[in-house]
């Protein structure tokens, strides 16, 4: 079965530090990868999103997401986390012929100051 | 523009009550998705639609779960005989057109069963 794993629930940087946020999918075939933020009350927001070709993806807000095939990885990453960036992260995927998303549990940053 | 809403934001019922959510899409947009979000858990497809039918309604949970949109345009997520488990945050995203275009997302409704 398809899955997404974000092995961290939470992480907790120094505002100014540098981020990486990770994300495992497990299947055979190379799936769609997606980013997104969910701020407080908030609907969940595009960061970036993979479809194939260049493996290093730029997105909104100074991200950018790096697949990598051998480890079956689509780490997110930020050289420099603002207080503004406090949110839960979500990696999602899709898998060609399907039209179902599938979410990992989400990472949530914590920003001190 | 405005973006996709969903009313309303929050929903108190009794466990065996009827609930209905409404998602209205950003104009123009033929795709609209359902997801339930329980605490501390990604969001979970419920069901897709492409214009007025729906193209995969496989992540509903059960048969007291039903969603319409009648007009392509605004949706309706219908849950009968509410049980406690159904205590969520029901998210309605729309695109463009197909399942890899860009999905907005509305805010949530948070359904409490008690």
């Known amino acids: 079965a398809q899955s997404v794993t974000q092995p961290d629930i939470h992480i907790t940087v120094s505002e100014g530090a540098s981020l990486e946020l990770r994300c495992n999918y497990s299947?055979?075939?190379?799936?769609?990868l997606f980013w997104y933020v969910q701020s407080p009350g908030q609907g969940l927001q595009l960061l970036l999103k993979?479809?194939?070709?260049?493996?290093l993806v730029q997105g909104i807000k100074g991200f950018e997401a790096e697949f990598k095939r051998s480890q079956s990885s689509f780490n997110l990453r930020k050289p420099s986390v603002h207080w503004s960036d406090a949110a839960e992260y979500f990696c999602?995927?899709?898998?060609?012929?399907?039209?179902?998303?599938?979410f990992g549990r989400g990472t949530s940053l914590i920003v001190h100051p | 523009g405005a973006g996709v809403s969903q009313t309303p934001s929050n929903k108190v019922t009794e466990k065996g009550k009827y609930v209905e959510l409404r998602c209205d899409p950003i104009s123009g947009h033929t795709a609209l998705y359902w997801y339930r979000q329980s605490l501390g858990q990604g969001p979970e497809f419920l069901i897709y639609f492409q214009g007025t039918g729906a193209a995969d309604d496989s992540g509903l949970p059960n048969d007291r779960f039903f969603a319409v949109r009648p007009e392509g345009s605004v949706s309706t997520l219908k849950i009968q005989r509410t049980e406690r488990g159904d205590s969520a945050v029901y998210l309605c995203a729309s695109s463009t057109s197909g399942i890899t275009d860009t999905q907005y997302f509305g805010p949530g409704t948070r359904l409490t069963v008690l």
């Open positions: 993979y479809f194939s070709g260049d493996t």
């Open positions: 299947y055979g075939a190379t799936p769609y």
């Open positions: 999602a995927s899709l898998w060609g012929g399907s039209y179902i998303p599938t």
